[in-house]
Antibody
């Protein structure tokens, strides 16, 4: 059974960089059949797509976050990561990592497995 | 890139059917059959209910179905049960390697 687990600091000071890692077990981040993504949910608000990455290094980001986001996949550790720079209180949210099956497409278009989420608070 | 439009809340009694709409534009929902739907209980990981417009993953009840007309996708839950009470989100490809969620709908089972 595939499992994803987010890890990283629960508190980040503005305007530092938020860094999260998602560790995958029961599956491989080197598989060409999947992309890997990050989603967040600010308190009391809805879900927001942050970005998606593939093992090949291609990454796609939400235009509203693109200037501050970097995602990567580390196949040797079976992990993928998120870095969000210059954070503000508006970046306080539960951050989820998830898998996207490609199903023959260039990209994955839906999330079939999710991590449990990790709350990151941005505060000085 | 704007969030897809969903009603903030819908409600229904046990046994009834409800429909949640997800309205986008001709650049996202209207152009691709790539809408997915997620059920989300607070504090839990979202769960995939529908993908590729109308496909149900293994293990998801056939009480959940979805369709699309023009720029609006819809999720229908029939035979409403108390455990269906949750937040529901749609998600769609929006072109140019971007994707967008709906604002979310809170389903209350009366």
């Amino acid at each position: 059974q595939l499992q994803l687990q987010e890890s990283g600091p629960g508190l980040v000071k503005p305007p530092e960089t938020l860094s999260l890692t998602c560790t995958v077990s029961g599956g491989s981040t080197s598989s060409s059949s999947y992309s890997w993504g990050w989603i967040r949910q600010p308190p009391g608000k809805g879900l927001e797509w942050i970005g998606s990455s593939s093992y090949s290094g291609s990454s796609y980001y939400n235009p509203s976050l693109k200037s501050r986001v970097t995602m990567s996949v580390d196949t040797s550790k079976n992990q993928f990561s998120l870095r969000l720079s210059s954070v503000t209180a508006a970046d306080t949210a539960v951050y989820y990592c998830a898998r996207l099956p490609r199903d023959g497409y260039i990209y994955g278009h839906y999330f079939d497995y999710w991590g449990q989420g990790t709350l990151v608070t941005v505060s000085s | 890139q704007s969030a897809l439009t969903q009603p903030a809340s819908v409600s229904g009694s046990p046994g009834q059917s409800i429909t949640i709409s997800c309205t986008g534009t001709s650049s996202d929902v209207g152009s691709y059959n790539l809408v997915s739907w997620y059920q989300h209980y607070p504090g839990k990981a979202p769960k995939l209910m529908i993908y590729a417009g109308s496909e149900r993953p293994s293990g998801v009840s056939n009480r959940f179905s979805a369709s699309k007309s023009g720029n609006t996708a819809s999720l229908t839950i029939s035979g409403l049960q108390p455990e269906d009470e949750a937040d529901y989100y749609c998600f769609s490809y929006a072109g140019s390697s971007t994707w967008v969620f709906g604002g979310g709908t809170k389903l209350t089972v009366l």
